[in-house]
């Protein structure tokens, strides 16, 4: 009875398969290595430093997940989770958080989710026509040198992956 179950399901499946054959049957997602990250990462400590602040930073994959978190010797604690809140509201919305903070700070969706920031201090990460995830800072006097950093840290790779195939 079983086998007779079995053979029933799969004849059956065999019109989806065949009306599904021009459908991809897997996805290929562009994702940075964590060498990439990394450097990113660096790159806006770096230019926060040269600014003369203390700062976290996060990179995020596109679905917000972390890929870096680092945080400079003197940057608060907070800044960690901040930077990280910045980089995933930047990744959800594929958008700098200048611009979110214009848009949608005041908007029902600033109260609708755990991790939203609508506010200075992030880049999407994107080039080449793909997108990767987002780079958050936090820790300076304002969102705006916050997202100056982290678009320092961008600009650190965007070049080579632009050359991406």
């Given amino acids: 009875m079983r086998r007779l179950a079995v053979a029933a399901i799969a004849a059956l499946s ?5 009306a599904q054959a021009d459908e991809a049957l897997a996805v290929h997602v562009a994702q940075l290595t964590l060498d990439s990250a990394t450097q990113m990462a660096r790159g806006a400590i ?26 400079d010797t003197l940057a608060p604690p907070v800044a960690l989770r901040i930077s990280f809140d910045k980089a995933y509201t930047s990744a959800m919305f594929e958008a700098k958080g200048t611009a979110l903070e214009r848009t949608r700070a005041h908007s029902p969706l600033a109260q609708a989710g755990e991790h939203l920031a609508f506010s200075g201090g992030a880049v999407p990460i994107e080039a080449g026509g793909i997108f990767y995830g987002a780079i958050g800072v936090s820790g300076t006097p304002e969102g705006r040198l916050d997202e100056r950093c982290a678009a320092a840290g961008l600009a650190v790779l965007k070049d080579d992956l632009e050359m991406q195939p």
Avoid: E
Wanted: glycine residues 6%; charged residues 20%.
């Fill in 46 to 71: 770096a230019a926060c430093r040269k600014a003369g602040y203390q700062v976290a930073v996060t990179v995020v994959d596109r679905d917000g997940i972390t890929q870096v978190a680092l945080r």
């Fill in 14 to 18: 065999i019109p989806c398969l065949s």
